[in-house]
């Protein structure tokens, strides 16, 4: 899964797009959801929370779409279809 990294917002707080604490737990879930899948890929439970998560930090970097700059919104956008598109087509 391919998702661009951004960094910041326009807005008046000091670090209103602070993605990297943002999706982190998220993140995580899914990095040890995919440890534990590789380690025993023909689990269904496993692969199934491996979806899960992958879904949840989809879903954790849509929800920080704001901060993407209007330059890279059309490649974020297309990164998130992309992602979505190989988390659908998991087969558990």
């Known amino acids: ?9 326009g807005d008046d707080d000091p670090d209103p797009c602070n993605y990297f604490d943002e999706v982190q737990d998220e993140l995580n879930a899914f990095n040890s959801a995919t440890e534990a899948y590789i380690a025993d890929p023909t689990n269904t439970t496993k692969c199934n929370a491996y979806k899960a998560a992958a879904q949840d930090y989809l879903h954790a970097l849509e929800d920080e779409a704001d901060c993407v700059p209007a330059a890279d919104q059309e490649a974020y956008d297309q990164s998130i279809d992309s992602a979505q598109a190989s ?3 998991i087969q558990c």
Do not use: K
């Open 1 to 9: 899964m391919s998702i661009p990294f951004f960094s910041s917002c």
């Open 87 to 89: 988390i659908n087509s």
